[in-house]
């Protein structure tokens, strides 16, 4: 019926938002992490090459 079409359309929704706040989340932390790396390659590149790879780790993993 009816609300078994709302029901369908409300659940739609509600997992279009979380899909729309998980990439919103990611897209923050790649930002974050590139203004990290940027700024500590300026002093030391070993340790943002070594940085990058845990970053990228952790995005990978948060994909998931």
Partial sequence: ???DVYKRQINKLAAAIEKMEKETGIADIISVSKGILDWIRK????????LSFHFDAYIKDRLK
């Fill in 1 to 3: 019926g009816l609300g």
């Fill in 43 to 50: 002093t030391d590149t070993d340790k943002a090459k070594e």
